[in-house]
């Protein structure tokens, strides 16, 4: 089964742009790279994601590796919404399945 | 739109003592999963579904049923509770469309079980 690696946690000064990385290095050719994220006495809530080419929407950026075998999550500007442990995870074909590891536990700082 | 809903949000149970979990959505969606999440830990998958009348095991399912009879519903049901099943349960669901791994998985609230 392909597996992620994150840091286990970050910091970041608010209004500045945070970069968490994720490697990737077993990543089949199908599998899709997804991003979550889990506020403080939440469910998980989706942030974005992509299979070879980056990707933007309103919440993040998403860069990929030409070999595919790492990628970052970009939070343009942080606020303090955004501190959440965030899920770096590749999604499997049977079902959907996404296989959560521990994740990057991001705090922001006034 | 309630997108997905979770009942009970907290329930303390004693060991051997039996309860259903139930997953509402309304978003018409085809799959629908049941994780646990243990104290600084990332989820993990227990059962899913890839439609009505249809279930799956996924990374830990041993101690837990579930059951699918409507698309919306999704039950997880545990017979003889364990404290080694004190956790928080979330409820997931996804649309069909985009394929398996395209498509976004939406997430309830969850749960908070604690078995004494």
């Known amino acids: 089964d392909a597996k992620t690696t994150q840091p286990n946690s970050m910091e970041s000064n608010e209004e500045e742009p945070v970069h968490l990385p994720c490697n990737h290095s077993t990543i089949s050719g199908t599998d899709y790279i997804h991003w979550y994220r889990q506020l403080p006495s939440q469910g998980p809530e989706y942030v974005i994601h992509?299979?070879?080419s980056n990707v933007n929407n309103r919440m993040a950026s998403l860069a990929i590796a030409e070999d595919r075998k790492s990628s970052t999550l970009i939070l343009h500007r942080a606020t303090l919404r955004d501190a959440a442990v965030y899920y770096c995870i590749l999604a499997y074909n049977q079902g959907g399945k996404l296989i959560f590891g521990q994740g990057t536990e991001l705090s922001v700082k006034p | 739109n309630a997108g997905v809903t979770q009942t009970p949000k907290f329930r303390v149970l004693k060991t051997g003592q039996s309860m259903t979990l139930l997953c509402a959505q309304d978003m018409n969606h085809e799959y629908m999963y049941w994780y646990r999440q243990d104290p600084g830990m990332g989820l993990r998958l227990i059962h899913y579904s890839v439609g009505e009348g249809t279930t799956a095991k996924g990374e830990v399912p041993d101690g837990y049923n579930v059951s699918r009879l409507k698309k919306q519903n999704f039950l997880l049901g545990l017979e003889s509770a364990a404290p080694s099943q004190t956790s928080v349960y979330f409820c997931?669901?996804?649309?069909?469309?985009?394929?398996?791994?395209?498509?976004?998985?939406?997430f309830g609230p969850g749960t908070r079980l604690l078995v004494l």
């Open positions: 997931a669901s996804k649309p069909l469309a985009g394929g398996p791994s395209v498509a976004t998985q939406y």
């Open positions: 992509g299979l070879t």
